[in-house]
Every structure is written in C-alpha cells, then in structure tokens.
C-alpha cells in the first residue's frame, strides 16, 4: 500500500515563503507525473504545479514566477517552494503522484494560510 506524507504547510505572511514536502512510501513503482493541488474553501481543487519523469514542467497562471516544483526520482519525493506569496494561496494543499497505468495516490492535505 502506498502512502503520501506531506509536511511543510503553516501560517505566514503577505510576501512570505514556504516549502511543501511530500514524500511516497510503501511499493512505489513507476511514478510519472508528480504534482501539487490545492483546495480553497468553497471552491474546486485546481492543479497548481506538476512535473513528469523527464522533467517537464506545468504551473497554474496564478502561481507562474512565483512557485517552483521539483522531484527526487529516487527518494520518491516531490517539493514545492512557494514565494511571494498571497492571501489567495491560502488552501488545503493536496500531493499527487500518478504512476503509469495505475490509479494516482493521494496525500491528506496540508493546510497553507497567507494572512498579516
């Protein structure tokens, strides 16, 4: 059974920035796609950034120049730092992780809240 532990979610500031770790364990097997989503109240979750195996990168609109994505292929793990940030990045922020031909795993949520 595979399971995905995030860490790195808090309260911070206006212009502030986090980290976001998420980290699989158990049989991982073939990982394509790895990537962030996030939910805020009353809304949708919406992609915020994804990057497959070989490295190609995608990002939401909203979080382009400001969010970076990264993955360690070996450890399994995947990274988002988060800069600049903004009250409306303030959501439960959701890892993915989506093998070839298999069902995507999910992790349970980190709480993320911009506010002064």
């Known amino acids: 059974q595979v399971k995905l532990v995030e860490s790195g979610g808090g309260l911070v500031q206006p212009g502030g920035s986090l980290r976001l770790s998420c980290a699989a364990s158990?049989?991982?097997?073939?990982?394509?796609?790895m990537g962030w989503y996030r939910q805020a109240p009353g809304k949708q979750r919406e992609l915020v950034a994804r990057?497959?195996?070989?490295?190609?990168?995608d990002y939401a609109d909203s979080v382009k120049d400001r969010f970076t994505i990264s993955r360690d292929n070996a450890k399994n793990a995947v990274t988002l730092q988060m800069n600049s940030l903004k009250p409306e990045d303030t959501a439960v922020y959701y890892c993915?992780?989506?093998?070839?031909?298999?069902?995507?795993?999910w992790g349970q949520g980190t709480q993320v809240t911009v506010s002064s």
């Open positions: 993915n992780m989506e093998p070839f031909g298999r069902d995507a795993y």
């Open positions: 158990g049989s991982v097997f073939g990982i394509n796609a």
């Open positions: 990057i497959l195996s070989a490295g190609y990168t």
